[in-house]
């Protein structure tokens, strides 16, 4: 049967309509599928999903966040910081996010960049305590103590539950550069840490700890 030109080139440009409609839907489709193979615990299928809807659209925040959460939880320290900090990113008035991308920044002693993160955060919530204690944290292990105890006073007074963060800069301390393994010591606990399960890949034995209270 001989369909008519006009027809053809209308069919045609219907497939494509339709094929341009279904990519753009496709990184939401296997967004979704991927919350469904979580809902029944297959990490794995719900790991490639969220994968492909990220390659289908590299800006797809939620997405980056899921892939973050599963490797954490791994404790693929490297990917989860990867995925963190392009949540960050791609979610740059959420307190949330900026927080926690700061966070691994610091396991991973990358505390410049967890600094940088803590003032984004504070930028858009000039109240956030969570955001004071992480900045402190960051500032305490570049050897700026003062500065971090101000900090922890700053998120004292906002939320007095933040008085545990300062135990460890009660004492000051010296200002030369430290060693590494020193620097640790100084670290002040959190809320915004992650998971325990995380082997980080400098070697800490449990990526970001929460020191005991004394």
Known sequence: ??????????????????????????????FDRGNAYLDKSNETAAVLEFRSAV??????????????????????????????????????????????????????????????????????????ADALVLRANALALLNNVDDAIKQVQQAIALDPTATRASSSLQKGGARRPRPRSARRSRRIPSRSWPSSRWRSSCGRPAGCPRPRPR
Not at 9 to 30: E, K, N, P, Y
Not at 94 to 123: E, H, I, M, N, T
């Open 55 to 128: 390659g289908k659209d590299p800006k797809f925040a939620a997405a980056h966040v899921k892939l973050a959460e599963i490797y954490l939880k791994r404790g693929d320290g490297a990917r989860a910081l990867h995925h963190r900090v392009r949540a960050a990113d791609l979610l740059p008035n959420d307190v949330d996010a900026q927080l926690k991308a700061g966070s691994l920044l610091l396991a991973a002693d990358k505390f410049q960049d967890a600094q940088a993160r803590a003032d984004k955060a504070l930028a858009i919530d000039l109240r956030s």
């Open 1 to 30: 049967m001989n369909v008519p030109h006009h027809l053809r080139l209308l069919v045609g440009a219907l497939l494509v309509v339709l094929t341009a409609a279904g990519c753009s839907r496709s990184a939401q489709s296997h």
